[in-house]
C-alpha cells in the first residue's frame, strides 16, 4: 500500500522560508504528476502547486511567485520550496496525485506550517 510522507513543516515568521518534501512508500513519484494541498483550519482542501512527469509547474494564483514546486526523481521525492511566507499561508501541507490524473492515494498526514510573528 502506498504512504505518502510530507515533512519539513514549522513555524516561521511572515516573511520567512521553509521546504517541505514529499516522498511515498510503496510508490516510486518519478510515475507521477504531484500536487501540494494545503488545507487551513475551517477551509476545504486547496491545490497551490503540481509538477507533471516531465516537469512542468502549474501554482494558484495565492503563491504564484513566492512558492516553487520541484521535483528529483533519483530520490523519488517532490519538494515545495515556500518563500515570503504570509500568515495566510497559515495551513496543513500535503502532496498526492493531480486532480483528474489516474494516480490519487490515501492522504498522508501532513505538514503543519504556522506563519506568525
Known amino acids: 500500500q502506498v504512504q505518502l510522507m510530507e515533512s519539513g513543516g514549522g513555524l516561521v515568521q511572515p516573511g520567512g522560508s521553509l521546504r517541505l518534501s514529499c516522498a511515498a512508500s510503496g510508490s516510486s513519484l518519478s510515475m507521477h504528476a504531484i500536487g501540494w494541498y494545503r488545507q487551513a483550519p475551517g477551509k476545504q482542501r486547496e491545490l497551490v502547486a503540481a509538477?507533471?512527469?516531465?516537469?512542468?509547474?502549474d501554482y494558484a494564483d495565492s503563491v504564484k511567485g513566492r512558492f516553487t514546486i520541484s521535483r528529483d526523481n533519483t530520490k523519488s521525492t517532490v519538494y515545495l520550496q515556500m518563500n515570503t511566507l504570509k500568515p495566510e499561508d497559515t495551513a496543513v501541507y500535503y502532496c498526492?496525485?493531480?486532480?483528474?490524473?489516474?494516480?490519487?492515494?490515501?492522504w498522508g498526514q501532513g505538514t503543519l506550517v504556522t506563519v506568525s510573528s
Open positions: 498526492n496525485g493531480v486532480p483528474g490524473s489516474s494516480w490519487h492515494t490515501a
Open positions: 509538477i507533471a512527469i516531465g516537469g512542468s509547474t
